[in-house]
């Protein structure tokens, strides 16, 4: 069993708009879809076990970057959008937060029903990987949220979280199906997250007369254990700050959106008529859907693709979230045909900008990067949770936003 790594974010409530919740959804399906294509039903589960790329699809998707909700959201997007075509696509997503965690065992063996998977296999899989990390596993975090990612050839990846009201965070825990080997010994390639002194460890291999003879490890401190440790801690501030980002990465995606045209690279013809500020976006999708897992440290640099619902780092720019979606969902389509040539196109968007930040350096300030993103909010359909982005006020007050 392979233990893709655990993510520490900070608990938000709230909830997300239905004009936004709509367009992840779709932006969702859409990189999803492509990502079937071009690499196929086990680099999709292996990218939602990996919780660098999984921070970065929700940012992407303009959610809060770090927030605890980035969870809920994402996969609840996914799981609205995938289900209905899981039988073409080959990839169905069970369980959800609190009732519907519950619900998972019955949607596990419905889906064997319809695919010839083993069932009891898969509910017990799905019992066991909540089992170790909400008792076997004892840090402080309760599971509220499950969700059993599986593939039509039983492949299956796990992203569950689990809460710690006293010091408001949450924990999210990725599970991968890669190497099962064991449940109860050993399972971890990675557990990580604030020290909070000595655990109960039942995984550990220390632990295996303990476990023989059911007795309890609390007296024992467990010897260290991580081999290969995939740290993903989250700050506690909301904003999106300069030491969030890789500004060099950041920066070559702003050169060839703002600073260079599309007409000026041969690959990217048939993007044409998309404008610069959509071309940031995209430029940013592409690189969810083709970038390495090294693109993904800094997860914080996938929200300027489309802001974030609270208006950090700026609000989200509906009418550019629009068109990214329309040209991804024109790219699937026609790829489906074996007409890949916008495909290629937007696969080479990842290719340049990663080419072009080898020499890059940048130039504006990271706080006139966001200044700039707000005042032209209103341009692209700005939007938020608290209302609509309206144009700087004339009395002296350029680069504020007002809302409605």
């Known amino acids: ?39 196929g039903k086990e680099e999709m589960l292996r990218r939602l076990s990996d919780p660098f790329w999984f921070q970065s699809l929700g940012a992407v998707m303009g959610m809060d970057w770090h927030s605890s909700g980035i969870t809920t959201s994402v996969l609840g997007a996914l799981k609205r959008a995938i289900n ?24 596990l063996l419905r889906i064997a029903g319809q695919t010839g998977l083993d069932g009891q296999l898969l509910v017990r899989c799905s019992k066991l990987s909540a089992k170790v990390d909400n008792t076997a596993v004892q840090d402080g975090f309760q599971l509220y949220l499950h969700h059993f990612i599986v593939s039509d050839n039983g492949h299956w990846t796990v992203v569950q979280q ?12 990725h599970w991968h199906s890669d190497l099962i080997r064991s449940f109860v010994e050993e399972p971890h390639t990675g557990v990580c997250g ?31 254990m991580i081999q290969e440790v995939q740290r993903l801690l989250m700050p506690g501030h909301h904003d999106v700050r300069a030491e969030d980002v890789n500004l060099k990465r950041l ?103 990663a080419r072009a930040e080898k020499d890059f350096t940048p130039n504006a300030s990271f706080n006139e990067l966001i200044e700039k993103e707000r005042e032209d909010s209103w341009k692209y359909g700005g939007r938020t949770v608290n209302g609509k982005s309206r144009p700087p006020s004339a009395k002296g007050q350029s680069g504020q936003l007002s809302l409605f």
């Open 1 to 39: 069993m392979k233990r893709s790594g655990s993510a520490d974010l900070p608990l938000h409530y709230g909830h997300v708009p239905k004009w936004l919740a709509d367009r992840m959804a779709k932006l969702g399906l859409a990189i999803t879809e492509s990502i079937l294509t071009e690499y």
């Open 84 to 107: 209905p075509h899981s039988k073409q696509l080959g990839i169905y997503i069970c369980g959800g937060k609190g009732n519907q965690s519950k619900a998972t065992p019955a949607e």
């Open 162 to 173: 689990g809460m710690d009201p006293q010091n408001s965070t949450a924990r999210r825990y």
């Open 251 to 353: 920066g070559s995606i702003l050169w060839l959106s703002h600073d260079q045209q599309p007409s000026n690279f041969e690959e990217l013809l048939l993007l044409q008529g998309v404008g610069p500020r959509t071309l940031q976006s995209l430029t940013l999708v592409s690189e969810v859907i083709h970038g390495t897992p090294s693109r993904f440290k800094d997860p914080a640099r996938f929200s300027f693709a489309h802001g974030g619902k609270d208006g950090h780092p700026f609000p989200v720019p509906v009418t550019v979230y629009d068109e990214t979606i329309s040209a991804l969902q024109s790219a699937v389509e026609k790829a489906k045909l074996g007409i890949t040539d916008k495909t290629a196109a937007i696969k080479s968007l990842h290719d340049i900008a």
């Open 194 to 224: 604030i020290n909070q002194g000595a655990i109960l460890n039942l995984t550990a291999a220390e632990a295996g007369i303990t476990r023989n003879s059911i007795m309890g490890l609390v007296a024992e401190e467990p010897k260290a």
